[in-house]
């Protein structure tokens, strides 16, 4: 793609303008995309327009912007997510009927964990996961199953980086967090008590794809005083049935 004045192509301001979209900040102003994105008035005002005529983006009845339908429906066609979506949710649906507590789906990118599905109910603890959000690995139950069960490269790379605390019992000691991994690999799944929100456990087992390679990570959040076992038998059972659905004969 052509370059702007400033150097950066049309596709990185065209990435810009999508990326100032969040889970949290669904609808913004042009003004708004514009100064998050880094864009001139002029610039920002042209891509977002052109976004909009294009079904990408939307504006509602005062002009603010939103993501499109057209996005979405490009974006879920032929996706491996939408196929491990919909391989895992009648599975998730009896995890959390028996649970009766938050049941999550997420995979690995650029080195976080992206939640591509999450069942609630009504009387669910609290939970800070979003779907289409994310998590970083060394905090969540379902990015530490990720990173223990993904490559060296990934791990080293992980932990060579400042691993930031959510809460006073989140792991981020480098060696602490390498304890926790082999523990994992161990015992087939994760338990992260106040890792994330001090009232809460996250537990989470992996799941494989036809090759075995773990390709996802199903995961509960328990209110903390909660005992994990029931919990964890559930997502192996689930995680097994899911792994046979995409192909995986234990």
Do not use: C
Not at 9 to 18: A, F, G
């Amino acid at each position: 793609m052509a370059n702007s004045t400033s150097g950066d192509s049309v596709t990185d301001r065209l990435v810009r303008v999508l990326e100032t979209f969040t889970p949290t900040r669904t609808v913004q102003t042009t003004a708004e995309i514009g100064r998050r994105a880094g864009l001139p008035s002029s610039s920002a005002h042209r891509i977002v327009g052109e976004l909009v005529e294009a079904g990408l983006l939307e504006r509602d009845e005062d002009r603010r912007v939103r993501i499109g339908m057209r996005l979405w429906e490009l974006a879920t066609r032929s996706s491996r997510a939408l196929r491990l979506r919909q391989a895992a949710l009648p599975f998730m649906e009896r995890v959390q009927s028996r649970v009766r507590e938050h049941t999550q789906l997420a995979i690995l990118e650029q080195d976080e964990a992206l939640f591509l599905e999450r069942l609630s109910s009504p009387a669910s603890g609290s939970n800070v996961t979003r779907i289409a959000g994310r998590l970083p690995l060394h905090a969540s139950s379902s990015g530490l199953v990720l990173l223990a069960f993904g490559d060296r490269e990934l791990q080293e790379r992980v932990l060579a980086a400042p691993l930031h605390p959510l809460t006073a019992a989140t792991l981020t000691d480098p060696a602490a967090v390498r304890r926790k991994l082999a523990e994992i690999r161990t015992l087939g799944h994760a338990v992260a008590p106040g890792f994330i929100e001090e009232v809460a456990t996250g537990i989470a087992v992996p799941i494989r794809d036809e090759t075995g390679r773990v390709i996802a990570a199903l995961s509960v959040v328990l209110p903390r005083d909660a005992q994990p076992e029931f919990a964890i038998v559930e997502l192996h059972r689930a995680a097994r049935d899911i792994e046979r659905s995409l192909g995986y004969r234990h």
